[in-house]
């Protein structure tokens, strides 16, 4: 008798936890939007890769505006426009390719490139423009335009007080909240043989401006020649009025520099314990108030310089960027043979609206996608897996293990 009732409970219990777990997989937060927004056209003047975007929220409701590097050569030196493209609701829907407008051309500025842009609205309500100018690998550097009319006119290109070769990455300018611009920048004197981040800032809403010291991370860069490497920085600010900086180096992990006077002076870098290849990580300042990290996530063992970017994923820090749980495929995977990159993010009617590079090769030949997701769905993630602080330990032991094989011959 009572082992009829106990197999009967258990099978009570059993249909009640498949339910259960039914009832939350069909329950689980779906994306508004996941799609190719523009496709890459390997005919002659098409557009090779779709690269490098930013998007402002135009009327502070669902009016978004997005300017998009066009390459149509394949190669970060290649001739290229910036492209403006409009959507009316948030992000759901764009103008069409055929209706879009060149928005910064090449025009007699740039002699190979231009790339890099980034809108951002001031507090006085003022629009900038940043844009990189590229002219050749010793000459490639940002410059401003201007809008007081909510983008109907625009002040002529004016250039930053820029040396050598870099930029100020796509959708990397900020206003802190003492009203200070910053643009988190990375240069090369030396034809990449190395790197280094810096900043410029300004303090009269972008009128004139000053350049920190360089920011130097470790030598020791893998699977790439530039050593030492710090590029790509993206910052944001902490509630304790901090400052946190990440870093695109080649030692297998994120990279991060903290500074306590605005951004005028920086630590010394060190790794996040988020381990990374040498890309392009974004990370930004959710509407709840907690961190939102988007980044190529890799084991250790098979990152190599630059790769692998075959997997986009998301990750949330609930204590001001010590640490980033609930990690969450954006797109991609292990079995992917392409590469995902250069996404930025804005936040519109509780949504993260993500744009990104994807090419199905190793070539640069990007389609541009975008996806609107629900802030609850980055909940969803793996919560048990916590890169950063905590992670610092398991990440040094997996790069001594790496240095190890090394040496035996086995990696």
Avoid at 327 to 346: P, Y
């Amino acid at each position: 008798m009572n082992c009829h009732f106990q197999l009967c409970w258990t099978a009570v219990l059993l249909t009640l936890c498949a339910a259960l777990l039914s009832y939350q997989e069909t329950n689980a937060t779906e994306k508004s939007l996941d799609t190719v927004l523009l496709h890459h056209d390997p005919s002659p003047g098409g557009v090779i890769g779709w690269a490098a975007g930013s998007i402002l929220n135009l009327d502070g409701k669902q009016h978004l505006i997005m300017v998009l590097t066009a390459n149509y050569g394949g190669h970060d030196n290649s001739r290229a426009d910036i492209l403006r493209f409009d959507s009316p609701d948030g992000g759901l829907t764009w103008t069409r390719l055929e209706d879009a407008s060149v928005f910064q051309g090449m025009d007699h500025l740039a002699k190979e490139t231009v790339t890099g842009p980034t809108l951002l609205r001031l507090r006085n309500s003022d629009i900038l423009f940043f844009f990189t100018v590229g002219n050749s690998d010793t000459d490639c550097g940002t410059w401003m335009r201007r809008s007081s009319d909510n983008m109907k006119t625009w002040s002529e290109p004016k250039r930053l007080p820029y040396e050598g070769y870099g930029e100020v990455c796509n959708d990397r300018a900020m206003q802190l909240s003492t009203g200070r611009i910053l643009l988190p920048a990375w240069v090369s004197m030396d034809r990449l043989a190395s790197s280094h981040a810096y900043c410029f800032y300004s303090d009269d809403d972008g009128h004139t401006w000053r350049k920190t010291a360089p920011v130097s991370a470790p030598r020791g860069s893998t699977g790439r020649k530039t050593d030492p490497a710090a590029e790509e920085p993206m910052v944001v600010e902490l509630k304790d009025g901090r400052l946190m900086m990440l870093l695109r180096v080649y030692l297998k992990s994120i990279y991060v520099s903290y500074s306590d006077d605005k951004g005028a002076t920086w630590s010394t870098p060190r790794s996040s314990g988020i381990p990374a290849p040498g890309s392009m990580a974004t990370i930004n300042r959710m509407p709840d108030g907690n961190i939102l990290l988007i980044w190529n996530q890799a084991p250790i063992e098979a990152i190599n310089g630059p790769f692998p970017r075959n997997i986009l994923a998301s990750a949330v820090s609930m204590d001001e960027g010590k640490n980033f749980t609930f990690v969450r495929n954006l797109d991609g995977g292990a079995d992917f043979k392409g590469k995902i990159t250069m996404a930025n993010v804005t936040f519109c009617n509780g949504n993260a609206v993500i744009t990104y590079s994807k090419s199905e090769s190793m070539k640069n030949t990007y389609n541009w996608r975008v996806q609107v997701i629900p802030l609850t769905w980055f909940y969803e993630g793996d919560k048990k897996q916590v890169y950063g602080e905590h992670y610092i330990p398991t990440l040094n032991e997996g790069l001594r293990k790496l240095k190890i094989n090394v040496k035996r011959g086995h990696h």
